[in-house]
């Protein structure tokens, strides 16, 4: 059930109906003074079974390992929750369920990537590798992150859960149980207990950011796969300037499927009363790789943060140290994408640039400091500067999706090769003024979104009540982009993962 379809349009309309009607038994009752507390948990129960008819859609197998992991990590988490409990005891529950949950990953996402490596090192030249035919689950990296993160911060003092439908709900909601954003329990558990009522300012937030995922997904994202996917499929083919196109178009089509993905998915909680995490927040105009960072798969970055690097021991023992975890972390974090060297090459590339760019501030930072002056401003607050770091920066992690979207290090190798000046193009390549164009768009809305952080746009466009119609005919024009500039309709790229 992909969201931009008419299934899904039909399922969630049902499904916020249904919400806001059962949500109405909270209400007091004639001659009580207590609310009824049987329209939470109705609501609870539907958005649960609502949230098992999604996953469930995919294929029937998905759900029984869904509901088993679900169980087992709700009953683990009581176990290194109860601080009656001597610690040792808690920590052998805590490493138990962490270990399962990461062996349940590693099983049906690296069990055939680590046969082909045996194979490769013992097994006759020409003979292919034995395949295991393991059918990766959806969305089985992201339900295991959430089961970590839970167990670990219950194990740190974090709310235990005592209400296993409460704590299914926060692990199987929907809108983020595919591709995110990852959703740690204290985000949303809180709200899960809560009685929001229903607030139409809330509810046109929604429909606005699913407007604007759709909009990404379909009119920018597919269009311009229709060239990368092209290019990438026999990069020999193309020169240097079509195969550089294909490089840009798939950092904007890997931007505009992922974060059109997160606003369809924050959009429909809004609906449904809820709020879950920002997970991108204008990449491509970051200064430096390590902004990027923080503005890029937000929700990611977090926790590789919080479960892995400072695990690993973070920046505590010094320069060498820290610079080792940041390879690690990264390079962990490019195998979680995918089982693969080109994504384990892309993590360790971003490591490498976020070690150059922490030299590059333990070096620049005194002289920074010296460059103001009454009439100036610092160097790191200088215009061109910031341009400069800007376009750099986005050069270099456009540079790096080329390994994140090559099938095979083979592929990305020629992809590089074609970048190069002088490459000529052996088939005839016509219609690529669309593509260029969609780019605009989708760097002018970066550049929007960064005067005030876009908030006057939206305020233009529909929060006071007399410019409602504004707001109205942005969402018509939005929905006819979709119907009359769409592209071929693909899956999510994460899906994969």
């Known amino acids: 059930m992909l969201f931009p379809t008419w299934t899904f349009l039909f399922f969630l309309v049902v499904v916020v109906g249904a919400r806001w009607l059962l949500s109405r038994r909270t209400r007091r009752q004639p001659g009580s003074a207590r609310p009824c507390a049987g329209g939470d948990e109705l609501v609870r129960a539907w958005l649960l079974f609502a949230s098992y008819v999604f996953y469930l859609s995919w294929g029937p197998l998905y759900g029984v390992l ?40 590693a099983f049906f996402k690296y069990a055939q990537f680590a046969v082909d490596q ?11 590798p034995p395949a295991l ?16 993160s839970y167990l670990v911060d219950s194990y740190r003092g974090g709310e235990v859960e005592r209400s296993l439908s409460t704590f299914a709900l926060y692990f199987v909601f929907f809108p983020h149980l595919i591709a995110g954003p990852i959703v740690r329990a204290r985000e949303l558990v809180p709200q899960l207990h809560a009685r929001p009522r229903f607030d139409p300012a809330q509810f046109a937030d929604g429909i606005d950011l699913i407007l604007r995922g759709l909009v990404k997904k379909m009119v920018i994202a597919d269009r311009l796969a229709e060239h990368s996917d092209k290019v990438f499929a026999d990069p020999h083919l193309y020169g240097t300037g079509t195969t550089w196109l294909a490089m840009l178009c798939y950092a904007g089509q890997i931007y505009g499927d992922f974060s059109g ?7 429909a909680s809004k609906l449904m009363g809820y709020e879950i995490p920002e997970n991108f927040r204008l990449p491509y105009l970051a200064g430096s790789i390590t902004e990027f960072w923080r503005r890029w798969h937000m929700t990611l970055s977090r926790w590789l943060r919080d479960y892995l690097y400072i695990a690993l021991g973070g920046n505590r023992h010094g320069e060498a140290r820290r610079n080792l975890n940041l390879f690690l972390t990264m390079g962990l974090g490019g195998l979680w994408h995918g089982a693969g060297w080109t994504f384990v090459l892309w993590g360790v590339f971003h490591g490498l640039l976020l070690v150059l760019h922490k030299l590059w501030v333990t070096v620049t930072a005194p002289l920074m400091d010296r460059a103001r002056t009454p009439a100036s401003r610092p160097l790191r607050q200088n215009f061109a500067w910031r341009i400069f770091a800007t376009v750099a920066t986005f050069c270099l992690v456009a540079l790096g999706w080329v390994l994140f979207r090559a099938p095979d290090l083979d592929t990305a190798l020629v992809v590089y090769d074609r970048l190069l000046p002088g490459a000529k193009s052996l088939t005839p390549v016509t219609g690529l003024a669309v593509y260029w164009a969609v780019l605009l768009v989708l760097l002018a809305s970066q550049l929007i979104g960064a005067w005030k952080d876009g908030k006057w746009l939206w305020r233009w466009l529909g929060e006071a009540p007399e410019r409602a119609w504004v707001r109205g005919l942005v969402w018509l024009l939005a929905i006819a982009a979709c119907f009359f500039f769409a592209g071929k309709p693909a899956e999510f790229i994460y899906f994969a993962f």
């Open 133 to 148: 035919g393991i059918v990766l689950p959806l969305g089985v990296s992201f339900f295991t992150f959430h089961a970590v």
């Open 66 to 105: 869904l509901a088993g992991v679900t169980v087992a990590t709700w009953a683990v988490g009581r176990q290194v929750g109860d601080t009656s409990r001597a610690q040792p005891i808690r920590k052998r529950w805590l490493v138990a369920g962490v270990v399962v949950n990461l062996g349940l990953l």
């Open 261 to 267: 993905y997160t606003d369809i998915a924050r959009g």
């Open 118 to 128: 045996v194979h490769l090192l013992i097994a006759p030249t020409g003979e292919p």
